[in-house]
């Protein structure tokens, strides 16, 4: 129930709708509903064809300018260029097919290989480029030979496969000339021993200077070798520790 003496002013509006509701359902049910198709237009429905003057712009016709199409102002003879049309008849020309550059035949050897459980290596002398590079599965050589790619490292060859295909094998290159020849059966009965002439001494002398330095330079490889393998492992240990850095820094930087 509403309180009349403390809503006054709503009581009042209620029974406004109310009187205003009633007065329309009165209206309607007296009057009906209206047919609009009986309703007739007041006035004209028709529109009369009017002449519209077009206002002048103050240009004079077409025909006044053709003097900018016959002597054009952008051309030094002011003269039109002529426009060659190319007919429909005639037949395409066929793209010149490209030239394949012809990849010549792996030219090295390899020096060298190294395998260990975390990488494989291999020192491959280029003999076009005369130099030594260290190569792992998936690098390709330089310069002129840079279309040959190192495919798989074996411990005795490595494969270098090219881009048209072609495959290479090439066998390590083992140096023997350092190892000693075997010892001859001695015969049953002992011969007097000859004195060695000057040339068979110089020759004994040239052959243990050649084996020197065959095992020299097998030392300064395989130390070459050992070298490079500890330089890398050097790099990846520093990137790995500058990652692990960077690593606590984005997660100090997050916290």
Known sequence: MIDLQRNLLTALLAAGIAVLVLAAGGLALLLGRPDVDEIEPEGRTTLDEVQVDVPRTGLEDFESYSAIIERPVFFSDRQLPVVEVAENDAEPESPEPEEVEEISELKASVAGIVITPDMKLAMVADETAGETM??????????????????AIQPRQVRFVSVDGRQADLELAVNTSGLAAPARARPQQQQPQEQPDAADQQQGEEGAQARQEASEEARARAEEIRRRVAERRAQLRAEAERRARQRQEQQDNDG
Not at 134 to 151: D, F, K, Y
């Open 134 to 151: 260290v190569l792992r599965e998936g690098m390709s050589l330089e310069g002129e030979q840079a279309a040959w790619r190192l495919e």
